[in-house]
């Protein structure tokens, strides 16, 4: 095993990072705002997928909480449960043409999964959540085509960002995380792999999941960080994978490959707390990725006959590593998630 060093030569960047990821200043959702969420929730819940994609980011937060003994994790069955029933209510009305009722009922369950997440997970949780809701749209930026519709998918899953944000600058937890679950239920229903994917490619997505957390605690050893809130979103991280590795045991190849990218991006909130950015976190994130980067680079360039795979991953590396740089050097803190894609892609190459 290598042991990881960020680059001490790095140049600083820009403290627009900070004035950037900082919350200031309330607003409440206006008619127009509603009318967007409702849209995509209609179209969503044609897929019943989507609805346990919702069930499942609070049930993985209660697992956790549950498995290192959070009172936060003891109650939560009831809202859970009732959450369930709102989704197949709402199920059950679009199918008999209730429109209304339909948002209605979709509209409160997606709450119930907030306020789940919120007990089960602590404030953190949905800070990331919407931390991560920012994320998606330079994700799918960087992979257009891996996502049905991307150009349409991005800029809802951006309104849907700067919305989560406004929801937490007022302090209203609830919204925020609503947003950030049907942000989650829409990347995931318009990714390709929905129709695409077979079970090589999920083995692979698997894998990256676990990479990124070894990848985390490696970094937090160097750091010499023992902190109690990295370590619980590291828990978080590995609730994910393991049960990313049920569904692929299970041929659910969708299913476990959403669940292994949100195992990713919570290995990256241990080491980047939710919260903001800072310029130290962003230098080291950057700094890592870039000596992975190099290494895997040159480890597939010694290969006498680099597999196709291989170079498929270096090449995303490289484009992730590209966008996620250009992004987080003009202050937008939200290119941290495609930089940290790039730096387990190529920490898993270089293994």
Known sequence: ????????????????????CQDDGPTAPSLTELALEDQIALELLADPATSETALELAGVQTSAA??????????????HT?????FREAEAALAKGDQVRAMERAREGRALVAQDIAMAGGPNAIVGMVERLESLPVMVAADPDAFVTSG????QIGKLAERAREALRAGDQTRAGSLGVLGEQAFRHNHRHQHQLGSPRAEIAVALGGEAIQ?????LAEQAVADSEGQELLATAKEFLARAERALEAGEDARAVHLARLAEWWALKAVVLPGGI???????????????LGEARSFIASLPEPTALQIALLT??????E??????????????????????????LIR
């Open 323 to 348: 966008r996620g740089k250009a992004n987080l050097e003009n202050g937008v803190c939200r290119g941290l998630g495609a930089l940290w894609q790039s730096a387990v892609i190529s920490s898993f």
């Open 82 to 86: 009732r959450a369930r029933e709102c």
């Open 278 to 292: 800072t310029d130290e976190e962003a230098r080291l994130i950057l700094g890592v990725t870039e000596t992975l």
């Open 66 to 79: 549950q498995r290192r003994g959070w009172a936060w994790g003891s109650n939560n069955q009831n809202r």
């Open 152 to 155: 349409k998918l991005g800029l």
């Open 215 to 219: 990848l985390a605690e490696r970094l």
């Open 1 to 20: 095993m290598k042991t990881i060093r960020s680059p001490l030569a790095l140049g600083a960047l820009s403290l627009v990072l900070l004035s950037a």
């Open 316 to 321: 995303k590396a490289g484009r992730m590593f």
